[in-house]
């Protein structure tokens, strides 16, 4: 038995003197170099007690050594479990005690908060910094540049990645071997990617977009990739024109549109670009045509199920859609009461089915059971709708959840710990339109002595993840309910609609 995932992502160039990535200051590291060092840290991982099916967290900043990681963590028949680093410590604690890894890496600037929270929960501590400097590097630099893959076979879990929920846990998803490697396989074809590709990559590495979609496809097809350690509008003007595709959230395509410099000429070079993880507003879709004469290409997809629907390569990309489903995937937009059948262009649960579907959530067997549907399909909680020649078009969620630059929020999350400060009776917690963002988080508090905003801000600020804190908070004296006593959010995005436009 091989390795499943690495023995189709990467074997085959293991050998090669092709340039994988071309980093910030220039210098390329070839296929061969990148799979030596990741051979270097899987014997690491190894020595330290790894075994097939253990997590291997991270939490390290954006690098090829960040890269070297996943990958040596699936030949070494881990589990890969990465972590956003803007979590805080407080929320890197869940994971650990849920996912109880063998090992964390972090960066050297972390371990003071990290370090006594690996001790309670017997985790090992490695670190990585993004110079590629730490105790893992160090560890790995005197270890063989040969490593024989771990035998894993085709449902043998590959990583863990973390979405939080609607009651405010995040729930562990786990995609196996066969999930990465045939959405991949999937993509490569749908969007040609080949070995003539050089891929503008400036998204993080803990994520489905830029860890599975944009990494993974580019390694089946033996393309390089612009390796950039963050979306950074400078370096992007800069390194553009020496890219042919390029993947993105929406905020990378506005941010783009507003610099005068994104001109037609800046990108005439590129063959695609790819929007996805967040809407993608038609007008920006019609005006970074009439800028460049490119048709931005808008997909859908989850962390459970890498992507699911795409807009084509050759044929009609339609503003506004997110495409028919992938080759092997099965889409249906069902009647959000009954579950059953609906006419093509009304509003329904869109619901999943194929190979690329998830295995379930990590220890939550009862989750997973409630979020499939008795013949198989995953129940997305976003709501769409399908043309009659089948593109699909997401017009909002069944879920309360706020998607911000891309990042996922979940407010019950917000509001949880809003409630339990001193003077809060009530909160809500809403996304709202963001010029930048898309959506960007506001709270609405009630409460007869509430706290001022500055120490409600200094209360939450080691609790969660500063993308998450609300960029803006308002007082009411008492929250819209209907009459079964729910509150009304949708009154409150109506109230807020324009509280972040200038
Ligand atoms: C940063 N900030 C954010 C934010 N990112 N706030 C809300 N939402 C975000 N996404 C905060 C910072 O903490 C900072 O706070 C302030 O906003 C300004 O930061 P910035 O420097 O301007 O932000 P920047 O570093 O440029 O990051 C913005 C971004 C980044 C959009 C480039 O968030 C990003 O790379 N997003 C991509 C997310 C992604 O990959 N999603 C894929 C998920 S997978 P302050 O107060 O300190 O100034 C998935 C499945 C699928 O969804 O289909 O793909
Ligand atoms: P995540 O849980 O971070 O993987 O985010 C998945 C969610 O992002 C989906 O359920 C959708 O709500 C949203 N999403 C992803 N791509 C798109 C898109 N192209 N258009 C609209 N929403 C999207």
Not at 410 to 438: C, N, Q, T, W
Request: hydrophobic letters at 40%; a negative charge; glycine letters at 8%.
């Amino acid at each position: 038995m091989h390795n499943y995932l690495y023995q189709r992502l990467v074997a085959p160039r293991e050998q090669s003197d092709t340039t994988f990535l071309i980093l910030e200051d220039n210098t390329t590291l070839s296929y061969r170099k990148f799979c030596e060092r990741a051979n270097q840290i899987a014997h690491r991982l190894i020595a330290s007690g790894v075994e097939p099916g253990d997590r291997v967290a991270a939490q390290v900043n954006k690098s090829w050594h960040a890269l070297a990681l996943y990958l040596a963590t699936i030949k070494a028949g881990g589990v890969f479990l990465p972590l956003n680093n803007a979590y805080t410590a407080k929320e890197v604690e869940y994971f650990l005690q849920n996912a109880e890894p063998r090992l964390l890496i972090c960066d050297p600037a972390d371990i003071a908060s990290l370090g006594p929270i690996t001790q309670s929960y017997n985790v090992k501590l490695f670190t990585l910094s993004q110079a590629g400097t730490g105790s893992l590097p160090s560890a790995a630099d005197d270890c063989p540049i040969e490593f024989e893959a771990v035998a894993r076979d085709k449902d043998d879990l590959a990583a863990i990645l973390y979405t939080s929920g609607t009651t405010g846990r995040s729930k562990g998803a786990m995609l196996t071997h066969h999930n990465l490697w045939t959405n991949a396989e999937v993509l490569t074809k749908a969007w040609h990617f080949t070995d003539r590709d050089i891929l503008l990559h400036a998204l993080p590495v803990f994520h489905t977009h830029g860890l599975f979609v944009a990494t993974n496809t580019s390694m089946i097809a033996g393309g390089s990739m612009i390796f950039l350690p963050a979306f950074q509008i400078d370096a992007m003007i800069e390194r553009l024109p020496l890219a042919t595709s390029m993947m993105g959230v929406p905020t990378f395509y506005t941010r783009l549109l507003d610099d005068k410099r994104f001109t037609g000429e800046l990108v005439k070079h590129i063959r695609l670009f790819v929007s996805g993880s967040a809407p993608l507003l038609a007008e920006t879709h019609v005006e970074f045509e009439h800028r460049t004469g490119h048709c931005i290409l808008e997909r859908y997809g989850m962390t459970e199920t890498s992507m699911n629907t795409s807009n084509p390569y050759q044929g009609d990309r339609r503003a506004g859609t997110v495409g028919p489903a992938l080759p092997g995937i099965e889409i249906r937009v069902v009647s959000t009461e009954a579950g059953g059948p609906i006419p093509a262009n009304e509003v329904g649960a869109v619901q999943v089915r194929g190979p690329n579907v998830f295995k379930g959530y990590w220890k939550m067997p009862e989750k997973t059971a409630e979020e499939f549907t008795d013949d198989g399909f995953f129940i997305t909680g976003d709501l769409g709708k399908l043309s009659e020649d089948h593109y699909l078009t997401i017009v909002g969620r069944d879920k309360d959840l706020i998607i911000s630059g891309g990042y996922n929020i979940y407010p019950k999350e917000i509001e949880l710990l809003l409630d339990a400060i001193d003077g809060v009776r009530e909160s809500a917690v809403i996304g709202v339109p963001h010029p930048d963002f898309g959506e960007g988080v506001v709270a609405i508090l009630t409460g007869n002595s509430l706290p001022s905003n500055d120490h409600i801000r200094a209360t939450i600020k080691n609790e969660i993840a500063k993308f998450k804190q609300p960029k803006k908070y308002f007082h009411l004296d008492q929250l819209p309910r209907n009459s079964m006593g729910k509150i009304q959010k949708n009154v409150l995005r109506q109230q807020y609609a324009d509280c972040f436009q200038s």
